[in-house]
């Protein structure tokens, strides 16, 4: 089986490689870019859909049939516990998935506090533990 592809522009998709065909403009660059950031961000979240979907459609099958590897299962797994656990009006698209991810484990009513704190005082993902603690510190 040849390995997939996906063309941006004058750039090429490879499983561990981006190539370059011809002379790109600065457009290109920057809209590749952009391109590659959005998923980069936003993958987390579609893989975690997908997976619920495939998993109400197709029950254990979905794993057994559709998943390739367990190491896959599980990482795919973690993606669909944060999905189902924020319906999609609940996600902050100016946050990342991560910083859903730290506050999983709080009350909704938690989770939207912490996750407004961190948009306001733009408090990197990386960081998300400390603010989620001050919440449980406080009750």
């Known amino acids: 089986m040849e390995a997939p592809e996906l063309k941006i522009g ?3 998709l490879r499983p561990t490689q981006l190539e370059m065909e011809g002379a790109p403009e600065g457009e290109d660059w920057e809209n590749a870019l952009n391109f590659l950031l959005w998923i980069a961000r936003n993958h987390p979240w579609w893989i975690g859909d997908l997976v619920t979907y495939g998993e ?6 979905f794993y057994n049939n559709i ?5 896959t299962a599980d ?3 973690r993606h669909a516990a944060i999905a189902r656990a924020f319906k999609a009006s609940e996600r902050w698209p100016e946050l990342s998935w991560t910083h859903h991810r730290e506050v ?3 009350k909704p009513i938690a989770r939207k506090e912490v996750l407004q704190y961190a948009l ?6 990386g960081k998300m533990r400390d603010a989620v603690r001050a919440v449980k510190a406080r009750g």
């Open 104 to 106: 999983v484990r709080l």
């Open 120 to 125: 306001d005082k733009g408090i990197a993902s």
């Open 75 to 77: 990482m795919i797994g």
């Open 67 to 71: 998943v390739p590897d367990p190491t």
């Open 10 to 12: 004058p750039f090429v």
């Open 56 to 61: 109400a459609r197709f029950g254990e099958a």
